[in-house]
């Protein structure tokens, strides 16, 4: 055996033997033990788990010692006697050990720039887009316009309140003059007066549709509680706060912290229901019976206090087609939304293009905001899991795009729902209509989640950048422990918009080149917040919100997951180009 392929073993070797634990790994924790292979006092690092589980923790922390030992003692064969064959595979072994640790290292300082960063910009607070104000715990405080929406449990209307602030901000401001790409006039005039209508009225009013939780107002809070998920701090009265808010299933509903891609409820009343412009022709049964003889609805239920925007995301769908890089950006704030969710123990479970809300910001860009929590589940333990007993236990709402793990769940004794990427793979199905096509699991003849297969996936659009469509592809997979998790698939988006270069000759246990791009990012993205209107902008809030929940472990995946993507990309050029030589030869052979 040469020495260079001694030395190839030996290395293949020591990396085995740490990464995989071979059945001699106890022998050798019990040497480790041995004072003589200790380099100075432990430290305890948080490590990636990725790459040394651990069951092998003591291994992290005597690499270096391990290694040095090794290389030694190779050396002292040198001298001391020995086949050179041994001699090189041990002094080879203690070289890979070596690697190792300084992979390691490397790991250690990405992970410790991952954390200072995420440090920095989780002091940056996200602050709404209304300014706070005092009032508005009564329905008298505010002039409710038309209708604007109606939904299965609530119609919401336009309002407007002398108290509140001017809300005419640069945004605004700069939706009146946004015009999309149309061809036809009624459409540029219908967005226009849309645009003078918020001025006019810059808040929503959202009135639920109460029939069974009577008529005072701890029961109403009581019942409708899951709509407080997304509420301000200041949303309820004082005194209301002290009423136990149960919730669906028993326990007290999380109040999720401002983000730019998850709808703010300023205030939440409970007051006698009037009678709205339209109500008696389009929702007379959930009138009380005091404005419409047949109604069943009681005579009081809550009120939803938010921002007014211009469009949902189905509506806006319906008029325009998004181009590559807004349509990426549209779906990143959707993961970024849900991800928001999560980290705070919130499944949505009604995510569908009806349910996100819409506006523009200063450069034109549409900012998505998810809304509508009355099918959540907010549990205090933050586990996303549902107990699935019996078959009264509620799934959510939109069974269309409900996830196979949620849709195929049979109930059952010890039966849990996790919910944790149930809403990332109806981002996946969402994304078809963000790309101009038809969602496959909403058309009659459509997919149904029970049963689909991923093959029978529809194609997207050639002009959808590839790296969005491994995502979309990625969070359409049936198992949901092969579906990467929301941060995940925002992290693939991120590194695809944004991080390029970074991923160039990349591979995916490395990271040092994608931390060298995150510090750049990270003092470009301060330096944009300093400049005023841009700091406001869709993209620079996106960058922000990527920075404040870095993780090693979650980059690193989306960093393999992307690799995988490439490197599967160019075998099937390279399939298609050979392919087409052979054609070519083929032909000219026949001309011969």
């Known amino acids: 055996m040469s020495v260079k392929h001694a030395i190839y073993r030996g290395l293949e070797l020591g990396r085995s033997v740490l990464q995989l634990g071979l059945k001699s790994g106890g022998r050798f924790a019990a040497k480790l033990r041995a004072e003589r292979f200790r380099v100075g006092p432990s430290v305890r690092t948080a490590q990636p788990q ?4 651990s069951r092998y923790r003591y291994y992290r922390t005597s690499l270096k010692g391990l290694a040095a030992q090794l290389q030694s003692a190779a050396f002292r064969r040198r001298f001391t006697g020995g086949s050179p064959r041994n001699r090189a595979v041990c002094l080879a072994f203690g070289l890979g050990v070596g690697l190792i640790e300084q992979q390691l290292e490397d790991d250690r300082k990405t992970a410790a720039t991952c954390e200072e960063i995420q440090a920095v910009f989780r002091k940056k607070r996200f602050h709404g887009p209304l300014k706070p104000f005092t009032s508005g715990y009564k329905l008298e405080d505010y002039r409710i316009g038309k209708q604007i929406g109606k939904g299965s449990n609530a119609a919401v209307y336009e309002a407007a309140a002398q108290f509140a602030p001017s809300t005419e901000s640069d945004t605004e401001k700069k939706c009146s003059q946004v015009q999309l790409r149309e061809d036809k006039e009624e459409v540029e005039t219908a967005r226009s007066l849309t645009c003078c209508s918020l001025k006019s009225f810059p808040m929503a009013i959202k009135m639920m549709w109460n029939f069974g939780a009577g008529s005072s ?10 709509e407080l998920v997304p509420a301000h701090p200041l949303a309820l009265k004082r005194e209301k706060e002290q009423i136990t808010l149960d919730g669906q299933f028993g326990i007290l509903p999380k109040r999720v912290s401002a ?6 409820v300023y205030r939440a009343f409970t007051a006698d229901v009037p009678l709205l412009p339209g109500a008696q022709e389009e929702y007379p049964d959930v009138l009380p019976a005091r404005l419409y003889p047949a109604g069943l609805g009681n005579n009081r239920t809550l009120f939803l206090v938010m921002k007014n925007y211009p469009y949902t995301l189905r509506q806006y769908l319906e008029e325009s087609t998004p181009g590559r890089r807004q349509g990426s950006l549209m779906m990143l704030q959707l993961l970024e939304g849900v991800d928001h969710l999560c980290r705070q123990g919130v499944a ?42 019996t078959i009264w236990v509620s799934r959510g709402g939109n069974s269309s795009l409900m996830a196979p793990e949620v849709a195929t769940a049979v109930p059952g004794c010890s039966v849990v729902i996790d919910y944790s990427k149930a809403d990332a ?23 149904e989640s029970r049963r689909y297969q991923e093959k029978q996936l529809p194609p997207l659009p050639s002009s959808v950048p590839a790296d969005v469509q491994l995502v979309i592809r990625l969070l359409l997979r049936r198992n949901p422990s092969k579906r990467p998790s929301a941060r995940v698939a925002a992290n693939m988006l991120h590194l695809s918009l944004w991080g390029r270069n970074a991923l160039a000759n990349q591979d995916s246990t490395g990271m040092k080149k994608v931390a060298d791009w995150l510090l750049c990012q990270s003092a470009m993205v301060l330096l944009k917040g300093c400049g005023g209107p841009s700091g406001t902008s869709v993209e620079a809030e996106l960058q922000r919100s990527f920075l404040s929940n870095l993780d090693l472990e979650d980059l690193r995946t989306a960093v393999g997951f992307l690799l995988y993507g490439h490197q599967r990309q160019a075998c099937i050029v390279s399939a298609r180009s050979s392919v087409t030589q052979v054609l070519k030869m083929d032909t000219l052979g026949d001309l011969d």
């Open 50 to 53: 990725a790459f040394l589980p």
């Open 217 to 226: 107002s701890e029961n109403i809070l009581k019942s409708m509680s899951q």
């Open 259 to 264: 983000h730019p891609n998850v709808i703010r």
């Open 348 to 389: 949505h479970r009604d995510l569908k293009s009806d349910n996100v809300l819409l506006e523009f910001d200063s450069d034109g860009c549409p900012r998505l905001v998810i809304s509508d929590f009355g099918c959540c589940l907010a549990q205090r333990d933050s586990s996303l899991q549902l107990p699935f007993n």
């Open 425 to 447: 793979w109806a981002v996946g199905a969402i994304s078809y209509e963000i790309f101009g096509q038809h969602n496959p699991f909403y058309r009659a003849v459509g997919l």
